[in-house]
């Protein structure tokens, strides 16, 4: 495959070098494109030894003008790495002024960036925004690793290491296979809203996107998929059946109704777990300053459906604010699951509302497997590839 390796002005462009010579020993051809002020900290000759190519530096320097549009169209992938708080924002923001911008607008293919700068700037606000919006354009974002930087401080920003890198890489060029292809996966996303009365519910914060994300997955590799969706503002992935429900009893409903063609059950929403005893039908006045609410627990579902479940391999979710492996566990026993996927909630970037996410996944043989921030997309992936393998097992022993 043919890769563009963009580097950008960060101390972490020698390391580049090393990833260049790493992608050439997996059989890429790698085209270095080098920004200005990444040729300060590390020379084009550098790259063009190691790569046998031209470097490309600049937008002018060579006699076709359109050499941009000509690499983007010859490239697999572009990466970048190191990718600068600078770069982040000008692909996120769409500004095109150097041969790497231009290069990447112009570019259809995935994108894997593999950030590094000092802490404070990567904590900053605005490169978190930048890098969520990227996330969403479906790009790999190779987070950096903690420890000493070069700037002096300690704390979150150094390039990635190489194998990482490489392996992100390797994962985006790999182009999706129908292995779930004869499965009928059954997800249940996004919140449920318990009402009081006609204006007002309760709930909580889940946008969809880890339900959705797995649905999308799901269709993508082949497999049916019927998603029964709390209320969340998101367009459903094509080609999926989707019920709409609002409450936790609805939810319980649709699960049972559809639950006959179901192969899998993945439980990602976040049902709330009390309701108000008594819906008003007219809307609560307010006629004093304190108001006490009875609640009563809704259905179980992840619990009824351990008790129902056939045959068929189900997976639980939990939310967690701490002990995520003990927690999980706890649930994998108590409800009968093949998988509990226990995330951070409580965070920013994981959980409820982010478009990345952290893990542990707790299964049945007794393996625990973490998995590291990546974008929803990364986990529902992964969270489907132990799905495939609790199946194999299983055939396995037949
Ligand atoms: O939607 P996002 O913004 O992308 O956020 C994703 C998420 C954080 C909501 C998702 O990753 C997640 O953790 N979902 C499960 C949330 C939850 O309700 O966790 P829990 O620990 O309270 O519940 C454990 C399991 O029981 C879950 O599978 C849940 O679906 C299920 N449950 C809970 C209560 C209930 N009455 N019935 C259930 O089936």
């Known amino acids: 495959m043919r890769i563009v390796l963009g580097v950008s002005g960060g101390i972490a462009a020698y390391k580049s070098a090393e990833l260049a010579r790493a992608l050439i020993q997996n059989g890429h051809e790698v085209q270095a494109v080098l920004t200005h002020s990444a040729a300060e900290f590390i020379t084009p000759l550098t790259f063009a030894s190691l790569t046998g190519r031209k470097v490309i530096t600049d937008l002018f320097d060579s006699a076709n003008p359109m050499e941009h549009i000509a690499v983007a169209q010859e490239s697999d992938l572009v990466l970048v790495a190191p990718a600068t708080a600078n770069v982040l924002a000008r692909f996120a923001h769409g500004l095109a002024d150097d041969f790497l911008s231009t290069l990447y607008f112009a570019f259809r293919g995935p994108v894997v960036l593999a950030p590094a700068m000092n802490n404070n700037m990567w904590e900053h606000e605005a490169v978190q925004v930048n890098l969520e919006t990227l996330r969403r354009r479906g790009h790999t974002i190779v987070d950096p690793g903690s420890g000493f930087l070069a700037c002096g401080s300690i704390g979150p920003g150094r390039l990635a290491e190489t194998d990482k890198i490489v392996d992100a890489v390797e994962r985006a060029l790999t182009p999706p296979v129908a292995d779930l292809d004869g499965e009928t996966v059954l997800i249940t996303a996004g919140p449920t809203q318990e009402p009081l009365d006609p204006v007002r519910y309760l709930s909580n914060r889940s946008s969809g996107k880890m339900g959705y ?77 304190r108001v006490s609410l009875e609640l009563e627990p809704t259905p179980d579902i992840l619990a009824e459906l351990g008790r129902k479940r056939g045959d068929r391999l189900l997976i639980g979710f939990a939310a967690e604010t701490e ?76």
């Open 213 to 289: 994300a797995l649905a999308q997955a799901a269709v993508d590799r082949g497999a049916q998929v019927i998603l029964v969706s709390g209320p969340v503002a998101l367009n459903p992935p094509k080609g999926v059946e989707v019920i709409h429900v609002r409450t936790a009893a609805e939810m319980r409903e649709a699960v049972f109704a559809n639950l006959e063609p179901a192969t899998v059950v993945i439980k990602c929403a976040a049902v709330a777990d009390f309701r108000p005893s008594v819906e008003s039908k007219q809307k609560i006045k307010k006629t004093s300053a």
């Open 323 to 398: 002990n995520l492996e003990t927690e999980a566990r706890r649930k994998l026993e108590t409800k009968n699951c093949d998988m509990v996927v226990a995330n951070l909630v409580g965070k920013s970037e994981t959980g409820f509302e982010s478009d990345s996410n952290e893990v542990v996944l707790a299964l049945r043989t007794g393996e625990t497997i973490p998995l590291p921030r990546a974008s929803k997309r990364e986990i529902a992936d992964q969270i489907l590839g132990q799905v495939l393998k609790l199946r194999r097992d299983l055939i396995a022993k037949q």
